[in-house]
Structure formats: structure tokens, C-alpha cells
């Protein structure tokens, strides 16, 4: 996806939908350490939200990635995942609005298969 | 320390007091989690926390070593920390005990010197 070219305004979209995505999924990942931490008064949660929150920064981490050349496999699995619905692309041109509508379509495809 | 016998009753007092070290240790680092999630509802704060339990992680894995031959330096350890105080060892011999004590003020000293 290395031709497409993003204008400012473009760019603008897509900052505030990539930030959204990853505050909303940030504050997921707080809510379900909270809840751990509520739900089990045994001394070794401590290490299983250890493990939970590696998993997650390791995840995070690989999925959030703001170069322009892979932003809209970024986005397709935000939608795919929830955190971003095709509303909060509104904005984007058609080239990209369709190469990323094909990707949601295909990697949920590809889930409902495996 | 490889040349000391532990008895029986020695080796029940040495699990409960580690045990109990361990479990106030794991308590505090739960309260500490508890208090960062509280100070700071920024969304990065969960990425904190991850380094200090990540932290703390290394640090109890290293401490916490239940191998007889290294006993006696993990109790000095802990009473200078103050997981654990001479009291919390009381039943085990002077063999041990007077060799936990001078590590207390060794490692004490050294604190200061330093």
C-alpha cells in the first residue's frame, strides 16, 4: 500500500481514529486488570496480571503501527477487533475506504473459516 | 552456610516465616498496583504498571530462594527489609539465628557506608 498518497486532511482522520482505537483499547485493558484485581484476593494475581498486561503490551505494540505504508491493515483489523467502526474513517478517500472495506471483509472471512 | 543440619522443627519455622515474607511482599506490591491505578487515569499508566511489576517480578524471583544452602542470606535479607523481624525465626538454633544476625548488621552497615 506503499502508493497511496494521504493528504492532510486525510492524515488528520487518521491520526484521530488510530489514538481513539488505542485509548479505547487501553481502557479495556485497565478495566480487565481492575476486575482481576476484584475478582481474586490470592497473593499470585499480582503475577497473572503480570502476564496478562506482557501479553497485551507485546500485542499492542505489533498492532500499532502509524507508518503510512501498512495504516490500512491497521485499520481493517481495528474494525475487525472493534475498537474503530468504518464511521470513524469517514474522511478518507475512496482508495482507501475500499482496500480497507476488502481487508474487513476478508480477514473476517478468514475467522469465520478457521 | 552448605554445612548446616536443619531440623524438622526448623525447617517448619524457616517455611512459615519465608511464606509470610513472601505473602506481605506480594500484598504490597498488590497495594502499590492498586494505588497507581487510583493516582493516574492516564491510558499509559497501565504500560507503568507493567514495568513495575515486571520489576518486581525479577527482583522476588531473585530473593526468594527456598534452598537450604542459601537460607540464612535470604532471611537476613528479609528482616533488613523488614518483611520479617528475628522474632518471626524464633525456633530455630543459635547456629542460625547468631549467622542471620551479624548478616543484618553486615548488610546494615554496608547500607549506611554506602
Known amino acids: 500500500m506503499n502508493n497511496l498518497e494521504w ?10 481514529a488510530y489514538d481513539l482505537a488505542y485509548e ?10 481492575e476486575q ?10 499480582i503475577w497473572r496480571i503480570h502476564d496478562y498486561l506482557s501479553k497485551e503490551r507485546r500485542e499492542t505494540d505489533r498492532k500499532y ?6 495504516l490500512i491493515f491497521v485499520f481493517a483489523k481495528l474494525i475487525n477487533e472493534g475498537w474503530i467502526t468504518e464511521a ?6 475512496a482508495d482507501k ?4 472495506k476488502a481487508l474487513v ?5 478468514d475467522e469465520v473459516n478457521s
Chains 1, 2 share one sequence.
Open 24 to 33: 479505547k483499547e487501553c481502557r479495556a485493558i485497565r478495566a480487565k486488570v
Open 7 to 16: 493528504s492532510k486532511a486525510e492524515k488528520q482522520v487518521a491520526r484521530r
Open 65 to 70: 503501527d502509524y507508518r503510512y505504508s501498512v
Open 88 to 93: 470513524d474513517l469517514s474522511g478518507l478517500g
Open 36 to 45: 482481576m484485581l476484584e475478582a481474586d484476593d490470592n497473593i499470585r494475581q
Open 105 to 109: 471483509g476478508f480477514e473476517h472471512e
Open 97 to 100: 475506504t475500499q482496500r480497507i
